[in-house]
């Protein structure tokens, strides 16, 4: 019998009572495995309520009490860190050593949510004026919600409700409908921690419940990591009822070779960062941007490594790439391959039509490398998502770097060169949020801030680190002026001289 995937709401399954629900695929094998209850509006309002509720205590609860529920948090996750991975396998198809490193990931923002005390911390400024004190806190902000994609079903959220949590917010979790098991399973293990109930719920659904939870007047502030397309519809609509949003959209990340690039560690590099996780992850390099005469020798090595990746079932401790997570996106990342050629692509590499024996109904497709690609194609414009790697030539720096801010996008990018001074002129000169020398994801650690820029966030505030602090809370200046005791009216008696 199909498992049904129900909602985690006030510290409890709460099943599904819509009679809507969506299917859950093994991607490695193609078959429907669960059925998750997709929200109706009214579910969405009892997770919201039960969040409501929470927060009349939670958020005056004392900055000891949360962090002893997160030390514990965090030390439940590490033991069941197998369990959650094997669920990410399941339900999207990663391979289990990405799988851990995405719960490994997600482990270090919930450190930084234990460490809350400091981030907290207010300033003081005395005698201002005479007798007179300035103090600047920050406090929660209520009931707030998080939208997270398919790629990283453990990570992103992790990204966001440790964080808000610590900081006195509850929070309503809408994770991918796609791989939805592992946010359950993080809910469950905070109420283990002794998380109170409500603090922390889990509504599953479709654009139903993403509408509901954008115009719920009881939210005050939605996270969100998904496409551009989808980001700018959140932050509008969000901001259109009055809420606070960090909205991260969709990339096409670019990695600068320069003629003096040690070119075996520059395609080692490309390789993983293309190709891992099956290019599902919105850091992917998509595009390696090669300066000079160099091009020719970079593709050879690249296609090299590329032949030598082993695919297959994510729970196959040889696979080294897993299928996509469904049939449809595979076959809209193959069109782009399909149709490179026609737009003036050299295909070194076609990974269309792949499959592996035994699962032939998975959701399979190979590697693909395009060289020469011109920046009006469809397969350099877009964001395909998947492990097609775009390879464009230009004839100096200055070329690249012109290329590459030109593009719609600015999430991360990445030089690889051996030039320290060419090095710094590019992290000061390229339009992206993340930037990386010599490294070819450079994914922040969790005390400092993930995001990028243009049409790759919108709203101000980028994910976790100080600026998660400051999006999950909201300022207050307080100005103090009290007598001098001194001064007390005659007939009370404070103890202070009177001979000032």
Not at 77 to 82: I, K, P, Q, S, V
Not at 326 to 353: F, I, N, P
Request: a negative charge.
């Amino acid at each position: 019998m199909t498992k049904t995937v129900n909602h985690w709401i006030g510290g409890k399954t709460a099943e599904g009572t819509s009679g809507q629900y969506g299917p859950v695929t093994d991607p490695a094998t193609g078959a429907v495995t669960t059925r998750v209850a997709l929200a109706s509006v009214e579910e969405v309002d009892a997770a919201v309520a039960a969040a409501k509720d929470a927060y009349a205590t939670w958020g005056t609860s004392s900055l000891a009490q949360r962090t002893a529920v997160l030390f514990r948090y965090r030390a439940l996750l590490d033991a069941r860190r197998d369990d959650i991975a094997a669920l990410i396998t399941a339900e999207h198809g990663k391979v289990h050593s990405d799988a851990l490193g995405e719960v490994a990931r997600g482990l270090e923002i919930v450190e930084l949510a234990c460490g809350i005390t400091t981030q907290l911390k207010g300033e003081l400024s005395t005698q201002v004026s005479s007798r007179v004190d300035v103090s600047s806190i920050r406090q929660s902000l209520g009931v707030v919600a998080g939208i997270t994609p398919f790629n990283f079903p453990a990570m992103v959220p992790m990204w966001m409700f440790p964080l808000a949590v610590a900081c006195g917010n509850t929070f309503v979790l809408k994770p991918s409908e796609k791989d939805p098991s592992a946010a359950n399973l993080l809910a469950e293990l905070a109420t283990e921690a002794g998380l109170p109930d409500g603090v922390l719920n889990v509504v599953h659904g479709d654009k139903v419940a993403v509408d509901a939870l954008l115009a719920h007047p009881d939210v005050a502030a939605v996270s969100f990591v998904g496409s551009t397309p989808i980001a700018r519809y959140i932050h509008a609509t969000a901001s259109a009822n009055g809420k606070r949003v960090q909205a991260l959209g969709g990339a096409k990340n670019h990695m600068l070779v320069l003629p003096d690039a040690d070119l075996d560690a520059a395609a080692d590099a490309a390789v993983s960062a293309a190709y891992g996780s099956a290019g599902e992850r919105c850091m992917a390099i998509s595009a390696v941007v090669a300066v000079g005469a160099i091009g020719d020798e970079l593709v050879a090595k690249i296609r090299e490594r590329a032949e030598k990746i082993t695919i297959g079932p994510g729970n196959d401790p040889a696979s080294e790439m897993g299928p996509l997570i469904t049939a449809a996106h595979r076959d809209k990342v193959a069109s782009y391959v399909t149709g490179a050629a026609a737009q003036g692509a050299e295909v070194v590499l076609d990974g269309t039509g792949y499959t592996v024996e035994g699962f032939e109904d998975g959701h399979w497709i190979g590697l693909s490398l395009l060289d020469k690609v011109s920046t009006d194609s469809d397969a350099y414009k877009d964001e395909i998502f998947g492990p097609v790697l775009c390879v464009l030539r230009v004839d100096t720096y200055e070329d690249g770097v012109a290329l590459m801010n030109a593009s719609p996008f600015g999430n991360g990018t990445a030089i690889f060169t051996r030039d320290g001074g060419a090095a710094r002129r590019f992290q000061l000169e390229v339009e992206a949020g993340m930037v990386g020398i010599n490294v070819p994801i450079p994914v922040p650690v969790g005390y400092h801030s993930f995001g990028g820029w243009k049409d790759s966030l919108f709203g101000d505030h980028h994910i976790y680190g100080n600026d998660g602090v400051h999006f999950y809370t909201r300022g207050k200046v307080v100005t103090t002026r009290w007598p001098d005791p001194a001064d007390a009216p005659a007939g009370v008696d404070l103890g202070f001289p009177r001979n000032h």
